[in-house]
């Protein structure tokens, strides 16, 4: 067999490379939800928000963080961009779709329902990306981080549409867990795929009920 | 049993399709689905009309020629079978059945439910194989390979190229065709030396073909007659990225 | 519903006549030690240069496991080899559906096997009527080839040691059958296929797809090219080679129902043969005993249950005739296990031959079962109490997943229900030591030559004399041919070429015009019935007299009254069918003649007239020890019989007892 000798990015643009992409990103990002959640869950703390705006002091202000800021922005950008191309790309693959197609026979609603839920939690970022990152840190808002989280969540439109998009979320993880880890290749025998997709389904219904918890509880409390 | 057949008819590649119905009766439930169509191809050609085209050979689920697209799954109904294997018994009595071809922009159509599979055998052409000529060989069982690993690898050998993976896939891809060749041969000693370039040179030709890309969804695996288990996939994955994000300890 | 299409039995008879030719004396067989034959006329053989074999261009048709493993080596050796399959991969040949194994004389066993038992249990199997050095030179290649398959990452079944595992096989009294589950043929075939693909990305082979050869064409006595159709759009081709191989497979499908592939036909060596080409022992038909019993009229195909599942499935029908319990409920001592009884040493591992015709006599003495009555029980229970079911199912688990599939009853529960079926032809094109037919610089291998079984394949030899033709015999002989050919230049605009081009272009209209009532597949399932019937497991004067009448008939009738739509120029699968039944009506006529003329019984062949008094074959050794090669002289003439007298310096004929 002739060797290919392939340039260092070359692989980025097979699709398998971009799937590969897409894994690693999925992996950051799923930490980064772990980071998330337990700085959020300071809100629960009942000390007037006085450890979680400390918290968010931190997080805005160390340089290491910030580094990481942008590596967690060019993550969401990569993935999305992955994202986007597939789209493209399932459509270049298949021109004239099955008239009858009985999906749900051979897969999982997770699976199938990835595009919806990624565009549901992407619109879920935008809008709290806007109420907290951009009103706080680039338009200088004058008030602290709790107390912008407080109004948000005794805002009972804001709270329902955080949890229905926790909820996406859960759907977008119940699979993309599994299948990032699959993507590594860590997922060579069954044992280990039974681990996976229990360690996934763990995942997936764990983060999004602990963020989903904090905005019922400001809610519960104004009742 | 009686059956009422949605076909999708299309006259050769160019020519746009369509579905057209016909009615089927008296069918016994041990026939399977392409003696079913035999069938209906016999009445066909008695009233003088085209009969409907598709695959078929050895008729015992091994050669990989039939495939259709059977209420709405590839082989139908059944998981991990192929479309001769199936039996009208699997089937309600007096029910609809729509059949199309497989569907995927490499394998286009060449006539009603027959499509072009060979974009598989280029994927196969790139390092589907051990790079040995005949006479060159050591004594067979001076490479012992341990069972365990052996029967592994058999496992991903027995791909049957139908081409169902590409088929029931959301977005089309070769991965599992792919990968159980790339897996069988990277399991192997035999298999050693060309290990890097072979997964490197399929999965650039499996793109260029026109295949989509795996989101893992695992459909390929249900439908796949050769129960080709999706490890295959997550070797393939490993060899790639060993191949290409690790350096190579045989480079100069 | 329209009339179906039925062949009366005639009135009269006539008498079947043949033409007596000229004995074959040149077989080219080496003379000398058997052991030192192959190696002496290999060194004896011309060589071409390396830069010589570029300009040479080899047509291979067909990439079974004969056809692709030539092709493979042939690119390697440096040759342009153009392969043409009828398939849309190279992938889908029959082997592929090959279950149980390949024999190699390997002794890893250490049980006393050499190449020389292998010889002698294959030359015996095929009760004497195979050649001597053929089948010693397969048995000395044989263990090459388990190596070569090993290097190209065929994953053959292994012990825990990591050693490769064997089993024992029909015909034999050693464990020299090496497998892949259930499914060897299909790991031969894809290394087979896989090699081709890579001389395919060397530049070394081009692989034709949808391309159905339709005639050979012959200048001057040798062969220079074939006509193709494309089947997708229709096209008539002609392409010129310095030599044509033909890897067709057998001509089982002459039957309608065997275990054959659908498409397997006998359409290019029929082409050979009407060319001029020897047809060799053409009734010399293997009926395969463990077969899925008939169940109903629309049945296409029928399927094989691998000959491996007798070495743990025991053979019985109830003692009882028409005993219609079910089998479970049949206790032991009603159970007759016949093989057992009638041929002690080898049991229910006797020859594929013998189980088929065991099970036909108790069938015909009314102790079959199922629901036709023509059916046996293979049963499995003792060896799962033996060796637990994990065993089982590691050997045999997607057998009897198939069989579950298919019938719709669990082996794991009841026993299955076998019947023999068609399935291999030992008979076909009539080839010298060099696998070259008559006609010079036209090859036959693999299934489609009439080959080293003589009047009976073991088990598991398939998929070796396939392999030994096309990886380690046929590149070094067809070079000896070659070596002649280095100046020609290749032109198809012949008067040959446009000959054979018209000849097709006018079978095709023919066929088109007729326009008559019935199917294609009404005649060929009217040709099947009539060879089971008559020339099946069981043959006799009257029946073949009365077989061939049949077949004359529906041959005319064929020609009158039967119905291809659409045209020549499009993807028309009807037309596809049509041209080959045409070719088998032909062919069949020709099995019945073989059939009546061999006057004696041996191997598969049982003429009735020719038995012992216990209903074993009686074979003539005087009259004929020889191989019927016959010869085509031209429509409505009788074919000429050609004799190639087999001669035993090493082996004694005997009687094949396998009590």
Known sequence: MEAVSPSATSWLHTSVGRKVVMAATGIFLMSFLVVHLAGNLLLLRSDGGAAFNAYAEFMSTNPLIRVLEILLFLGFVLHIYQGLYFIFRERAARPIRYSLNRAEANTNIFSRTMRLSAIVVLVFLIVHLRHFFVEHRLLGSPYTMYELCVA??????????YVLSMVFLAFHLAHGFYSSFQTLGLILNRRIERAVRWAGAAFAFVIPLGFAIIPLYFLLRTL | MRFTLRIWRQKNAQAPGHFETYEVDGISPDASFLEMLDVLNERLIKEGKDPVA??????????????????????????????????????????????????????????????????????????????????????????????????????????????????????????????????????????????????????????????????????????????????????????????????????? | MAETLTIPAPVRTADLSWREGEPILNNRCPSGD????????????????????????????????????????????????????????????????????????????????????????????????????????????????????????????????????????????????????????????????????????????????????????????????????????????????????????????????STNAKMSNATAIWRAYKRGAYFGNPSFVQIHPTCIPQSGEYQSKLTLMSESLRNDGRVWVPRTPGDKRHPNDIPESERWYYLEEWYPSYGNLVPRDIASRAAKKVCDMGYGVGPTGRAVYLDFSDAIRRLGREVIYQ??????????????????ETPMRIYPAVHYTMGGLWVDYNLMTNIEGLYAIGEANFSDHGANRLGASALMQGLADGYFILPYTIGDYLATQLFVKLSTDTSAFAQAEKETRARITKLLDIQGKYTVDEFHRNLGKILWDYCGLARNASGLRQAYEQIRVLRERFWKEVKVPGTGAEFNQVLEKALRVADFLELGELMIIDAYHREESCGCHLREEY????????????????????????????????????????????IRSYK
Not at chain 2, 157 to 162: F, L, P, Q, S, Y
Not at chain 3, 397 to 411: D, R
Not at chain 3, 616 to 634: F, I, M, Q, S, T
């Open chain 3, 34 to 257: 058997l052991e030192k034959r192959w190696t002496r006329h290999k060194d004896s053989l011309r060589l071409v240069a390396p830069h010589n074999k570029r300009k040479l261009e080899i047509v291979v048709v067909g990439a079974g496991l004969a056809g692709a493993s030539a092709a493979a080596t042939l690119g390697e050796l440096g040759y342009r080899v153009k392969v043409f399959v009828y398939h849309n991969s190279p992938r889908r040949a029959h082997s592929i559906a090959a279950q149980g194994g390949i024999n190699a004389a390997k002794n890893y066993r250490n049980d006393g096997d050499s190449i020389w038992r292998l010889f002698y249990d294959t030359i015996k199997g095929g009760d004497f009527r195979a050649r001597e050095s053929n089948v010693y030179r397969l048995a000395e290649v044989s263990v090459q080839i388990i190596d070569h398959c090993v290097a190209q990452g065929v994953p053959f079944a292994r012990e825990y040691g990591g050693y490769l595992d064997t089993r024992s096989f029909g015909g034999a009294q050693l464990m020299r059958t090496f497998y892949a589950r259930g499914q060897t043929g299909q790991q031969l075939l894809l290394g087979a296929y896989a090699a081709l693909q890579r001389q395919v990305e060397l530049g070394n082979a081009q692989v034709f797809y949808n391309h159905e050869v339709l005639d050979i064409v012959v200048e001057d006595g040798r062969a220079r090219g074939i006509i193709v159709r494309n089947l997708i759009t229709g096209e008539l081709h002609r392409v010129a080679a310095h030599a044509v191989v033909l890897a067709t497979g057998g001509y089982g499908n002459a039957y309608y129902l």
């Open chain 3, 395 to 412: 050997r045999y688990g997607n057998l009897f997943e198939m069989y579950e599939e298919i019938t719709g009853e669990s082996p794991w």
């Open chain 3, 611 to 654: 038995q012992t008094e216990e209903g074993e074959p009686l074979r003539n050794d005087k009259d004929y020890a020889y191989v019927a090669a016959w010869e085509w002289r031209g429509e409505n003439e009788p074919p000429a019989l050609h004799k190639e007298p087999l001669t035993f310096e090493f082996v004694k004929p005997t």
């Open chain 1, 152 to 161: 948000a969540f005794e805002n009972p439109y804001y709270s329902a549409f």
């Open chain 2, 54 to 252: 598709f695959d078929h050979d050895c008729r015992e689920g091994i050669c990989g020629s039939c495939g259709l697209f059977i209420n709405g799954r590839a082989h139908g109904p059944l998981p991990n079978i192929t479309t001769c294997r199936l039996y009208m018994r699997h089937f309600e009595d007096g029910s609809t059945i729509t059949v199309e071809p497989f569907r995927a922009k490499p394998f286009p159509v060449i006539k009603d439910l027959v499509v072009d599979r060979s974009a598989l055998d280029r994927i196969i052409q790139k390092g589907g194989y051990i790079s040995v000529n005949a006479g060159s060989a050591p004594d067979a069982n001076a490479i012992p390979i341990p069972k365990p690993v052996a029967d592994r690898a058999f496992d991903y050998a027995t791909c049957i190229g139908c081409g169902a993976c590409v088929a029931a896939c959301k977005n089309a891809s070769a991965m599992l065709f792919t990968a159980a060749k790339v897996a069988h041969l990277a399991l192997l000693p035999q298999g050693q030396p060309e290990r890097r370039q072979r997964v490197r040179r399929m999965v650039q030709q499996m793109d260029a073909e026109g295949f989509g890309h795996c989101s893992n969804t695992g459909a390929c695996a249900v439908e796949c007659p050769a129960k080709i288990p999706l490890t295959a996939i997550a070797q393939l994955q490993r060899e790639f990225i060993r191949a290409h994000l690790t350096p190579d300890p045989y480079l100069r």
